[in-house]
């Protein structure tokens, strides 16, 4: 009965129908905040700049939060990512912010590999997301999220374009995370050379290609403001840590000889805008578009690489779980194959080994036979030399007590002699 | 003025005329501007000599510069005060770092060097020399990006290459970047690693003992504000009721000349004002003697590795001849002892 009565009601048409009183599911979304409330946030920035650009301050400055950091050398061979985890709380929302660091970057001479140590950090987060999804036993909602979910691109305030660089590496990334490119130092522009540099700016990504990330404007409560906001890209930002007295207040602000540029005052520099986009209006759809499409890339394209399709060359579907077992097999069968090999290796090692022992064995062997049977030949002869000599010395003595014996009876016969 | 007849020669009037004489020639001065795009160097050049050197050049843009070389651009004025005549060349270098491999970057502007060296050294050695022209580089300006922490290695290696052929003035560029703190943490770092790595900048020369309490003391001013922070401006803006040169922002004024903004004076005064001869006589003087000398040395230990003893041609220090010529020698030479035998 229920397999026929699922057909008929997938093919008929929704109908819109109205509630006599209030049933109360509106609450729905509260449940849901409460619930994520209760769970926390999680939240994850790539900041990408040459060494001193003022990531760091920047980072302060959005977050109020003096986040420890060092103060990093020109002088690193290559670019490595420091990624720093810290737990916020604003009101009852907790919230994991992870800041990474892009050590090193625009240091080089040659700064041709310069991109791969972020792509291959992007690419990681992913893979761990990935492994754990595809695990049998998994805990997503314990899980700790690292992939990235914005990237900001510090773009040096030459007034000009451009550099190579910066054209080089946003093409790189532009596939695998939400970039958002500011122009940092901004209080060295002035305002009409802001203008001109920003659209420079645009029409340079925008005829490379580069897709950076566009403030969504599906949502009605914040068309209008993120479409203004989309207009003001890229966003030229001052950090400071620093109060200074304006008036009679106190702000952040930069103190020059010439006058005081305040962080968040609107006409003085994009903070505020950076600000308000970055944290208070658009964090959740970053970290959904990093999951729905960024991530969501990167998983096809993995999983085509292993060798899934999502429909066999006949069109019927395959199940994941089916190509899955599959592989598995596939995989464990390898991975004995090669045990085997390996065992067969080492048993015939062990085979030529014992044989090369029994060898030496043997010639050792002979060889002690052989100096026995030396020992025996020679302990043979010196018997011989030794029974010889006692030959000798028994003759020798016989001789002997006969010479004397001769000899006692011989002086008679010569006194006789004399006698007569 | 001790006008007696009996004991007064005369010799008095010499710098009188030496300055007459050399304001009827002219001088004449090459400045060489190093540094990665966008860092204001035509900028600074321009307020510098009160100009516009640079108005139609062309910028590239990022796609172009991801594989571009470094040329070699010079850009020659004539221009007066008070009848003193200077011609002017500026020499650009479009493209130093700004690719994405910046390997030996340098090597054109050493190699550009050099040859001035080499061309003056032929000049020298010639017959006529009656108008040999000095295109040699009297003084680089090295444009320190203020973004950083101190020096990057491309600086360093920059530096290293060239601080025994020209005399490098580093600065700090787009100094409006800095608070006055920060200029000086960065002044201090990189003097640091200036010393640290053995680059031998331009120093200026030591004060005579007799000079005036006043110069001594803004000498010693100039040397301790090494390496000068810079800010350059192409335009004009009211300030204090005054038209300056400088930068409009929304909460302030830049001055270009304003001292307490940055060392843009310093530097004008320094470049142009006092030691300008200086920078030529050590360019002259050392520079050229250092790659003189190193040229013969090297010329002179080659003629005594080719047998050529007997060779027609006296052993001059002629510049060094080129493979076609060495050749064209050497054919000759045998031809002669052919028709001696």
Redesign the interface.
């Known amino acids: 009965m229920a397999a026929t009565d699922v057909d008929i009601f997938s093919n008929e048409e929704k109908r819109n129908l109205s509630l006599g009183g209030h049933v109360g599911f509106d609450s729905l979304p509260d449940q849901l905040v409460s619930k994520s409330v209760t769970q926390g946030f999680c939240f994850n920035i790539l900041c990408v700049g040459e060494t001193g650009i003022g990531k760091s301050t920047l980072m302060n400055t959005l977050f109020n939060t003096m986040f420890e950091n060092e103060e990093a050398s020109h002088y690193q061979n290559g670019v490595y990512l420091r990624p720093r985890t810290y737990d916020l709380q604003e009101s009852n929302v907790h919230l994991k912010l992870t800041i990474v660091d892009t050590v090193g970057f625009g240091d080089q001479i040659n700064k041709e590999e310069s991109y791969k140590p972020i792509v291959d950090y992007i690419d990681t987060q992913f893979e761990n997301y990935l492994q754990e999804e595809l695990k049998i036993k998994r805990s997503l909602f314990n899980y700790h999220d690292t992939r990235i979910h914005i990237c900001l691109y510090f773009i040096a305030p030459t007034g000009h374009s451009l550099k190579s660089l910066d054209l080089v590496t946003m093409k790189k990334l532009d596939s695998k995370v939400n970039i958002i490119p500011i122009i940092a130092k901004a209080d060295t522009i002035s305002k009409s050379e802001l203008h001109k540099f920003k659209i420079k700016i645009m029409s340079e990504l925008v005829s490379n290609g580069v897709q950076i990330y566009q403030f969504p404007t599906d949502d009605e409560a914040v068309t209008e403001i993120n479409s203004s906001m989309n207009a003001h890209l890229p966003f030229a930002v001052v950090g400071s840590v620093e109060e200074v007295k304006v008036g009679n207040k106190t702000v952040r602000a930069r103190q020059y000889p010439w006058g005081v540029v305040q962080v968040e005052n609107e006409s003085h520099c994009d903070f505020v805008k950076l600000r308000e986009m970055l944290i208070r209006v658009n964090m959740e759809d970053l970290r959904e578009q990093t999951h729905a499409r960024h991530y969501e890339l990167y998983r096809r394209c993995k999983l085509e690489e292993m060798g899934f399709k999502d429909t066999d060359p006949d069109s019927q579907p395959f199940s994941l779980q089916e190509t899955y077992e599959a592989k598995r097999k596939e995989f464990l069968g390898d991975l004995q194959r090669k045990e085997e090999e390996m065992r067969q290796m080492f048993v015939n090692k062990v085979k030529e080994t014992e044989g090369e022992l029994k060898e030496k064995e043997r010639e050792l062997h002979e060889k002690f036979e052989q100096l026995k049977r030396m020992h025996q030949e020679e302990k043979r002869k010196v018997e011989e030399k030794r029974r010889e000599l006692e030959e000798e010395m028994n003759a020798f003595n016989r001789r002997k007590v006969a010479a004397e014996t001769l000899s006692l009876s011989q002086p008679l016969k010569k006194d006789k002699d004399k006698k007569n | 003025c001790n006008r007696n007849d009996k004991q007064y020669v005369g010799f008095a009037t010499l710098p009188n005329q030496v300055h007459r004489k050399s304001v009827k020639k002219g001088f004449d001065f090459t400045l060489m501007v190093a540094g990665?795009?966008?860092?204001g160097k035509s900028t600074l050049v321009n307020s510098l000599f009160l100009t516009d050197l640079y108005k139609d050049r062309k910028?590239l843009?990022?796609?172009e510069?991801?594989n571009?070389t470094v040329e070699i651009t010079k850009h020659t004025v004539d221009i007066e005060e008070k009848g003193v005549k200077l011609k002017l060349t500026i020499v650009d270098t479009p493209g130093f770092g700004?690719?994405?491999?910046?390997?030996e970057?340098w090597k054109p502007i050493t190699d550009y060097i050099d040859q001035q060296f080499e061309q003056y050294f032929r000049d020298e050695s010639g017959l006529n020399r009656k108008n040999i022209l000095d295109n040699r580089v009297h003084c680089c300006l090295y444009f320190i990006?203020?973004?950083?922490?101190?020096?990057?290695?491309?600086d360093v290696?920059f530096m290293k290459a060239l601080h025994e052929k020209v005399n490098i003035v580093p600065l700090i560029s787009?100094a409006?970047?800095l608070?006055?703190n920060e200029v000086k943490k960065l002044k201090d770092r990189v003097r640091d690693e200036i010393e640290h790595f053995g680059i031998k900048v331009y120093q200026f020369p030591e004060c005579d003992s007799d000079e005036e309490e006043e110069f001594k003391q803004m000498d010693k001013e100039l040397k301790e504000c090494t390496p000068f922070a810079v800010i350059g401006s192409n335009t004009v803006v009211e300030a204090r009721g005054q038209r300056v040169r400088g930068?409009?922002?929304?909460?302030?004024?830049?001055?270009v000349e304003?001292q307490?903004?940055c060392d843009f004076v310093k530097l004008r005064n320094m470049l142009i004002r006092s030691h300008m001869h200086d920078l030529k006589d050590v360019t002259c003087d050392v520079h050229y003697e250092n790659y003189r000398a190193h040229c013969i040395q090297e010329m002179t230990s080659k003629l005594a590795q080719d047998n050529r003893t007997d060779s027609p041609l006296p052993i001059l220090p002629l510049p060094t001849p080129d493979v076609e010529t060495e050749r064209l020698i050497k054919m000759k030479d045998e031809e002669v002892q052919n028709n001696h035998h």
């Open positions: 990665e795009s966008g860092l910028l843009n990022a796609e510069r991801i571009q700004d690719a994405v491999n910046n390997n970057c990006p203020p973004f950083g922490h101190g020096l990057r290695p491309v290696e787009k409006d970047c608070t006055p930068r409009l922002y929304p909460w302030g004024i830049v001055e304003n307490s903004h």
